[in-house]
C-alpha cells in the first residue's frame, strides 16, 4: 500500500471515529472527555487537511472544545482570566491562573522568535493550545469523585493496551522497527511508539496514581481492574527498561512511606542500613568514582553510559542559554540551535535537552521557565495542604494519595527525560493538573468549613 492510500485510510478511518466522538460527546461532554482521555494514542493517526499536517486525537480536542462552550450557552457563563468577574463562574483555582496564562504567552513567545516558524506554530497548537482546551473541559466537567474515578478508570485504558502490546513485542520482537532494540540480547519494548521511553513516560504517572488508589474499597472487578493496569504499566516500563521511570516510582512510593508516620522510622531505617551495605559491602562507590572522573573529563566515546551522554548534552544546552537566556532556542528550535554548542559528531543531537527545567527554559524562554516553576511550585503546595487535610471520604484520601505519587515519578522522570513536549503527554500533564485543581478546591472547601465551626 502506498503512503497516499495509507493517507486515505487513515482520512477514512478518522472520519469514523469523529463521527461517533461526535455523536457521544454530543449525548454528554463529560463522558466525550473520558472517551479522550482513554483514547489519546489517536495523535499516532496522522495525515494533512488542505496542507495542515493534523491527527485524530487534535482534531477530537477541537470538536469535544467546540460542543462544549456551545452547548448550553457555556460560552456565554465561563470565564479564564486572572480577575474574577462578578456573576462569571471561573473553575480555575486563582493560584493556578497566573503561571497557566504565562505558560500559554511564552509558548506564543516561543513560537514567533523561532527559526523554524512552521513547526514551531504546530507546536503551540498540539503541545499548548489543544492540551489548555482539554484542562478547562476538565476543570469545568469534573465536579466530584465519581467523575475523577471515571477519569482515572478512562486513563487505565491505553495503559493496558500499551502494556499488552509491549509485552507480545518483548516476547516476539515483532514491530520494533530499530534492529538494535529488536535483537533478543538487547531488546527493548516501543508499543505503540517509536522509541522505548515514550511508552514508559505515559504510564508511569498513571501507574502511580492507581498505586494511590490501592487502599479504597472496590468491587472485585474493579479491584482486578486496578491490577491489570498496574501490572500493564509496569510491564511497560520494565519491557522498555527505562531506568528513569523505574526510579521516579520507587522514590515516590519511598517518599510516600517516609511520609506516613506509621512507617516513616522504619523506613528511615532500612534505607540506612542499606546505604550502609551499599558503602561499605558492594563496589558500587568504586565504579561510582569512576564514573564521576568520566563526567568531570567529558570525554565520551561509543561506549559511554545514557547518563554521561546525557550530561555532556546539559553542558551544551547551559552553554546555548548562556548565550540566548531570554528566548531559548523558541519552539522547536533546539536541533538547529544547539548545533554550534555540538562537540561530539557521533551523538545525535535529540528534539529537547532532556530535563524537565532545561526542556522548558529552551523551547519557552525564562518568562515560560519561570511559569513552569511557578506552576510546579503550586502544585506542591496543593499537594502539601491536601496531605495535612482529613477527609470524610476515603476518595479524598486515595485521589491525595494517588497524584502525590503520580507528581513525584513525573517530576524525578523528568529530571532526565521529556515528560511534556508530546501530543498525548502534554495532555496527560494537563489531566494531571486538572485533577490537582479539583484536589485544591476540595481543600479549600474542607478548611473553610472548619473555619466557620470554630
Not at 12 to 22: G, Q
Not at 233 to 262: E, H, N, P, Q
Not at 356 to 370: M, S
Request: proline share 4%; with cysteine; charged share 15%.
Amino acid at each position: 500500500m502506498n503512503p497516499m492510500s495509507l493517507d486515505y485510510l487513515s482520512i477514512l478511518l478518522t472520519c469514523a471515529w469523529l463521527a461517533v466522538f461526535t455523536v457521544l460527546a454530543l449525548q454528554s461532554i463529560r463522558w466525550g472527555l473520558y472517551l479522550l482521555a482513554a483514547m489519546l494514542p489517536l495523535y499516532l493517526i496522522r495525515f494533512s487537511v488542505g496542507g495542515i499536517p493534523t491527527t485524530a486525537l487534535e482534531l477530537s480536542i477541537l470538536i469535544l472544545f467546540t460542543l462544549w462552550l456551545v452547548k448550553d450557552g457555556r460560552w456565554r457563563r465561563v470565564h479564564i482570566g486572572i480577575k474574577d468577574i462578578r456573576g462569571v463562574e471561573n473553575l480555575i483555582p486563582r493560584p493556578y491562573r497566573l503561571p497557566l496564562s504565562l505558560l500559554l504567552i511564552s509558548a506564543l513567545i516561543g513560537a514567533f522568535v523561532s527559526h523554524t516558524t512552521p513547526g514551531a506554530f504546530g507546536i503551540l497548537k498540539a503541545y499548548f493550545i489543544e492540551p489548555s482546551m482539554v484542562l478547562l473541559i476538565a476543570a469545568y466537567e469534573l465536579k466530584d469523585h465519581q467523575h475523577i474515578r471515571l477519569l482515572i478508570y478512562a486513563l487505565g485504558i491505553p495503559t493496558i493496551l500499551i502494556g499488552l502490546t509491549a509485552v507480545y513485542q518483548y516476547a516476539t520482537g515483532f514491530g520494533i522497527a530499530n534492529p538494535v532494540w529488536a535483537q533478543a540480547a538487547t531488546r527493548r519494548a516501543t508499543s505503540l511508539f517509536g522509541y522505548p521511553n515514550a511508552g514508559s513516560l505515559f504510564v508511569a504517572p498513571i501507574v502511580a496514581l492507581y498505586i494511590g488508589y490501592a487502599n479504597i474499597k472496590r468491587s472485585a472487578e474493579e479491584y482486578a481492574y486496578h491490577i491489570v493496569v498496574i501490572s500493564a504499566g509496569l510491564a511497560m516500563i520494565l519491557t522498555a527498561k527505562t531506568t528513569g521511570a523505574l526510579v521516579g516510582l520507587g522514590f515516590a512510593v519511598w517518599c510516600a512511606f517516609v511520609y506516613a508516620k506509621k512507617t516513616r522510622l522504619a523506613v528511615l531505617l532500612l534505607t540506612a542500613l542499606a546505604l550502609v551495605a551499599v558503602l561499605f559491602i558492594t563496589p558500587l562507590p568504586q565504579r561510582a568514582s569512576k564514573l564521576i572522573d568520566q563526567i568531570s573529563t567529558n570525554h565520551l566515546n561509543l561506549s559511554s553510559t545514557s547518563l554521561e551522554i546525557r550530561i555532556n548534552q546539559w553542558r551544551e544546552t547551559a552553554s546555548l542559554l548562556i548565550d540566548h537566556p531570554m528566548f531559548g532556542a523558541g519552539l522547536a528550535g533546539y536541533q538547529q540551535a544547539l548545533v554550534p554548542y555540538h562537540k561530539y559528531a557521533f551523538l545525535e543531537i535529540y528534539l529537547y535537552p532532556h530535563n524537565i527545567f532545561l526542556n522548558a527554559w529552551v523551547e519557552l524562554g525564562i518568562l515560560g521557565f519561570f511559569a513552569f516553576v511557578l506552576l510546579i511550585q503550586r502544585v506542591r503546595t496543593t499537594m502539601h495542604d491536601a496531605l495535612r487535610t482529613e477527609y470524610r471520604t476515603p476518595e479524598g484520601t486515595a485521589l491525595t494519595n494517588g497524584l502525590f505519587l503520580a507528581w513525584i515519578t513525573l517530576l524525578v522522570h523528568g529530571l532526565v527525560d521529556v515528560p511534556y513536549f508530546k501530543n498525548d503527554l502534554s495532555v496527560e500533564f494537563m489531566l494531571f493538573i486538572a485533577l490537582t485543581m479539583f484536589l485544591d478546591r476540595t481543600v479549600s472547601r474542607i478548611n473553610r468549613k472548619e473555619l466557620q465551626h470554630r
